[in-house]
């Protein structure tokens, strides 16, 4: 079993940047896929970005293609996501998420992904 633990949400005005910060326990995450996902109230969780198991290859939703950039600490068992330019449209609750099984690159629907966090807030004021 892995425990993921999102931090690093909050409000924020546009234009403004936050680093979010997922940590996991129970496993390393050092094999697996990851994700960032979010999801805004009465909206579907969306895709955000992915970047996998070694780090070496990324991938965004067109929507924070620029702006965002997903990064992993292996040796931390943490994995990044950096909001740069922040709209209000970005904002969500954001989830980060787990491919145990590495079945490909990128996965991008929610249902593809084994683990999940309980999500951090980002707020972002006009």
């Known amino acids: 079993q892995v425990q993921l633990v999102e931090s690093g949400g909050g409000l924020v005005q546009a234009g403004g940047s936050l680093r979010l910060s997922c940590v996991a326990s129970g496993r390393t995450l050092s094999r697996y896929g990851m994700a960032w996902f979010r999801q805004a109230p009465g909206m579907e969780r969306e895709f955000v970005a992915a970047i996998s198991w070694s780090g070496g290859l990324t991938y965004y939703a067109d929507s924070v293609k620029g702006r965002f950039t997903i990064s992993r600490d292996r040796g931390k068992n943490t994995v990044y996501l950096q909001l740069n330019s922040l709209k209000p449209e970005d904002k969500a609750v954001y989830y980060c998420?787990?491919?145990?099984?590495?079945?490909?690159?990128?996965?991008?629907?929610?249902?593809?992904?084994?683990?999940w966090g309980q999500g951090t807030q980002v707020t972002v004021s006009s």
């Open positions: 998420a787990a491919d145990a099984e590495y079945r490909a690159f990128p996965l991008t629907h929610y249902y593809e992904y084994d683990y």
